[in-house]
């Protein structure tokens, strides 16, 4: 999996490519909660477009990011969901716990 993190005004943005699974999520948790304790955005904006694969552990990546920001009272918006990414976020019931949307504007 590769991260890419920026910083842009409040906003913290990480995208996510490739597959998403325990051994990939280890280092890009430590490095994203970091972050978000340092710059304490007001939104983290995840743009999980480019995910080939997402288990359990990628689940857990996006739910503990939501609690991160909880604690530093923000929020979190998924941007362009690959089509698993999306599936596993609605079974989970994560939709009803952050904002999933299209880069053209509208909400998933």
């Known amino acids: 999996m590769d991260l890419t993190v920026w910083n842009e005004n409040d906003k913290l943005y990480i995208k996510l490519c490739g ?4 051994h990939a999520v280890k280092d890009a948790r430590n490095e994203v909660d970091t972050l978000i304790i340092k710059n304490r955005p007001k939104t983290l904006i995840m ?3 480019a995910i ?3 288990d359990s552990s ?8 939501l609690r991160k920001m909880n604690d530093v009272s923000g929020k979190v918006v998924v941007l362009n969901p690959a089509r698993r990414a999306e599936d ?6 994560a939709d009803k716990l952050l904002k999933i ?3 053209d504007g509208t909400d998933v």
Not at 19 to 22: A, K, L, R, T
């Open 19 to 22: 597959e998403v699974d325990h």
């Open 88 to 93: 596993m976020l609605r079974m989970a019931g």
């Open 47 to 49: 743009d999980l477009s």
């Open 52 to 54: 080939d694969f997402m």
């Open 58 to 65: 990628g689940l857990g990546f996006v739910l503990g990011r």
């Open 101 to 103: 949307a299209r880069s």
